[in-house]
């Protein structure tokens, strides 16, 4: 079991920068794929970002890469997401979410994928 909990939400200006953190209890998070999926008002859940659990690969979506980046410190069980360049397409209720797998490389862009999720941070973008 993991235990999933996001902060670093807010409201920002466009253009601005946010960094989001995924803190995870439980056992074993080193071997966990982890990813970043959003929802907008009236707008399926989609895929942001994930990184493997050696921290080797990483994904994007194509309309967050060269402003978004995953990253990950297993000493403390946390995966960030730096958001960079802000726009108001941005808005959503961002989630954390962890994939368990054998595979050191592995990630995943489908959310059924992945096993556990956390509640979600807000995020607002003005413009």
């Known amino acids: 079991q993991v235990q999933l909990v996001e902060s670093g939400g807010g409201l920002v200006q466009a253009g601005g920068s946010l960094r989001l953190s995924c803190a995870a209890s439980?056992?074993?998070?080193?071997?966990?794929?982890m990813g970043w999926f959003r929802q907008a008002p009236g707008k399926e859940r989609e895929f942001v970002a994930a990184?493997?659990?050696?921290?080797?690969?990483?994904s994007y979506a194509y309309s967050v890469e060269g402003r978004f980046t995953i990253s990950r410190d297993n000493a403390k069980n946390t995966v960030y997401l730096q958001m960079n360049s802000l726009s108001p397409e941005d808005t959503a209720v961002y989630y954390c979410?962890?994939?368990?797998?054998?595979?050191?490389?592995?990630?995943?862009?489908?959310?059924?994928?992945?096993?556990?999720w956390g509640q979600g941070t807000q995020v607002t973008v003005s413009s």
């Open positions: 990184i493997s659990w050696s921290g080797n690969s990483r």
């Open positions: 979410a962890a994939s368990q797998t054998y595979y050191r490389d592995f990630t995943a862009q489908d959310a059924d994928e992945y096993n556990y």
């Open positions: 439980g056992r074993a998070f080193s071997r966990y794929a």
